[in-house]
């Protein structure tokens, strides 16, 4: 009956995975152009995954267009502290379905020594720039590999000259559309895709003018042009409309496919073998072992009761409250805080809500949820200290303040690092403030509103009273040691994530979109059950060898998993394609991988806790205690 249900739910995932493991999402609003209808292009940020120090597109003497490049988008709280600066273009003159072959960008520039050696350094660095044109990222693509990469670079490297990209290629495919207008039908186009070709053009300026620049101009037959150019320097660009039958709907599955389906499952089928393991462990400790204990341990007979070890002996002491209790309450309410928020952003990025076209969408989501959920920690706090006997309201405003206040101190010590390479991605001071005011004005209350209605109710009945003299644990052998039982329990987790978490670092270090929330929402499931099952046999094999000091150690059991997140985060930073040399570009990863890691030790740590809390309260109700 048991493998019966297990095979069930497993159907049930693999049917359930056909339709959310695709990268699915409401696509929003379209915008429609008629013929000669400007089309705007903005500009984002200059990044490098060699770095990870994004810079304002004008922080670089580009063309800037005639008016102000500063007031035209206003980013959500998500896209601010991603570092994201959009700003308007000065490739201004796109209109709708009207091609040229080349138009001057501004008049040209003329280049000082020291921000051409500013040039030479983002080219060395790899910087890219990536033009926005209705929403959508500039793309160069790659036709013999089927690929594109997002954004294109500023320049290349060529031995010790730098050649600067100051020609581009524009390619816009439209979708045409006919939509009712009234009682008339009106003939639209929709953009569906934008693609660039960079040329670096070493262009003639006569007057003040860009010589040649018409419609029978050739990028690929001029020179090139080097930053070392004692002229001044022209930034061009050309625009050609391609019609294409692909929808307005579907124009950001390019971008969010994910071409590795084959090592997503293969992730799914290894973490699944885990999970079968486990299953068939606990299941052989409920249904046989648990089963002949109970029997045994109920047993009239006293004096085959008096020679018996195992976990029943220590029915008078496993609920005793751990030492510094108030710490655990606090980490395990505030690990029911982020997985009740991973679990809700999970689900409206399965449904579509997130569309990729809403930066810092994601980000944002996740903040306000992990915000809204302080009564969640608040509840669960309150509610473990309540069956420990202890009232404690200085546990709550830890809730509220510990573990955010530390990830906020490595946070704010990390940006003023970055302040001072003035990067776009510093924070600035008024986004802190507002990331201030939403901890301390609403998820604070939030946490202290749910610590008083879990004060209010009554406390969870536990089925052993607690004696006065604590037992006597007997010599532990050296495979039970706390240390070596911790470290053992983090490896299966971590090891049903480990796949997966390589295409998350890929997209958050490399620059790449991660839209596969059907194949995470799966693992994340996989990972609650491995942590449940793992934690769950280690401390069964600890109560039987009568060591009763569970309560932290079915924590760390399976919180150990953060430090192999973390040893992992090493091993990809020597092993991947980025090239960072810059103390504060390791500082980043670092420190953020650290702050990453500690977010998963504690949610991870509060799965196994919860789990293990449910499983030693019912195998000692079953008990005959007298």
């Not at 299953?279 to 648990?290: K, N």
């Not at 409250?321 to 997985?339: D, F, K, W, Y």
């Not at 006065?468 to 050296?478: D, K, L, S, T, V």
């Not at 495979?479 to 987790?493: A, D, E, H």
Request: proline share 5%; hydrophobic share 45%.
């Amino acid at each position: 009956m048991k493998m019966a249900k297990t095979a069930l739910v497993f159907i049930v995932l693999c049917s359930l995975s056909t339709t959310v493991t695709s990268a699915f999402y409401l696509p929003g609003t379209a915008t429609d152009y008629q013929d000669g209808d400007p089309v705007p292009v903005d500009v984002n940020v200059l990044q490098s995954v060699n770095t990870h120090l994004p810079f304002e597109y004008y922080s670089l003497k580009f063309c800037k267009p005639n008016y102000s490049v500063k007031k035209e988008h206003r980013g959500n709280i998500g896209e601010t502290l991603l570092g994201d600066r959009i700003r308007k273009s000065p490739y201004d003159k796109i209109q709708m379905n009207i091609p040229f072959r080349c138009k001057a960008a501004c008049t040209p520039l003329t280049i000082e020594t020291q921000m051409k050696k500013t040039f030479e350094e983002r080219i060395k660095d790899e910087y890219t720039v990536t033009l926005i044109l209705d929403d959508l990222p500039i793309t160069i693509p790659n036709p013999d590999k089927g690929t594109f990469s997002v954004g294109f670079p500023i320049g290349f490297r060529d031995k010790d000259k730098f050649v600067l990209y100051n020609h581009l290629d524009l390619v816009v495919k439209y979708h045409p559309i006919t939509k009712t207008v009234g009682n008339k039908e009106v003939e639209a186009k929709r953009v569906v895709a934008f693609n660039v070709h960079p040329y670096s053009v070493k262009h003639d300026i006569v007057n003040g003018e860009v010589a040649g620049c018409d419609e029978k101009f050739d990028p690929t037959k001029a020179g090139a042009q080097l930053t070392t150019d004692e002229a001044q320097f022209t930034f061009t660009y050309a625009v050609s409309w391609e019609e294409t039958q692909d929808v307005w709907a579907t124009r950001w599955d390019p971008y969010i496919s994910g071409g590795d389906a084959e090592i997503h499952w293969f992730s799914i089928v290894n973490s699944l073998m885990i999970v079968l393991f486990l299953t068939g462990m606990v299941a052989v400790i409920m249904m046989r072992t648990l089963r002949k204990d109970i029997s045994r341990y109920n047993a009239p007979d006293e004096e085959e009761l008096a020679e018996e070890t195992g976990w029943k002996m220590v029915h008078g002491d496993v609920f005793r409250a751990p030492e510094r209790c108030s710490l655990l309450a606090v980490a395990a309410g505030t690990g029911a805080q982020i997985n009740a928020g991973i679990i809700i952003v999970l689900v409206f990025a399965c449904l579509g809500f997130l569309s990729p076209a809403n930066r810092g969408g994601l980000f944002t989501c996740m903040l306000l949820c992990f915000v809204f959920l302080g009564i969640h920690a608040g509840y669960t706090c309150a509610r473990l200290m309540k069956m420990w006997g202890k009232y404690s309201w200085k546990t709550t405003l830890l809730t509220a303040t510990m573990v955010p206040g530390e990830i906020f101190t490595i946070f704010f010590i990390i940006n003023l690092f970055v302040w001072k390479e003035r990067s776009s991605v510093a924070v600035p001071f008024p986004t802190i403030m507002a990331v201030v005011g939403l901890w301390f004005f609403i998820s604070t209350p939030l946490v202290f509103l749910g610590s008083v209605w879990a004060y209010k109710r009554k406390p969870l009945e536990l089925p052993t009273e607690v004696h006065h003299i604590p037992r006597h644990i007997p010599e532990q052998p050296w495979y039970m040691k706390p240390y070596f039982t911790i470290m053992m329990g983090g490896i299966l987790p971590f090891g049903a994530v480990f796949i997966e978490l390589f295409f998350i670092l890929t997209s958050i270090w490399l620059h790449r979109y991660y839209y596969v929330f059907g194949f995470l929402f799966i693992v994340f499931v996989i990972l609650v059950i491995t942590c449940a099952e793992i934690t769950i046999v280690m401390i069964y094999f600890q109560l039987c060898s009568e060591d009763y000091h569970w309560w932290w150690r079915s924590f760390f059991t399976s919180a150990s998993s953060g430090v192999y997140l973390f040893l992992y985060s090493i091993f990809y930073f020597f092993t991947s394609s980025f090239r960072m040399k810059k103390f504060v570009s390791i500082l980043i990863f670092f420190g953020y991988m650290g702050i990453a890691s500690y977010i998963f030790a504690i949610m991870t740590g509060t799965m196994g806790f919860l789990a293990c809390l449910l499983f030693v309260r019912k195998i000692y109700s079953a008990l005959k205690v007298d």
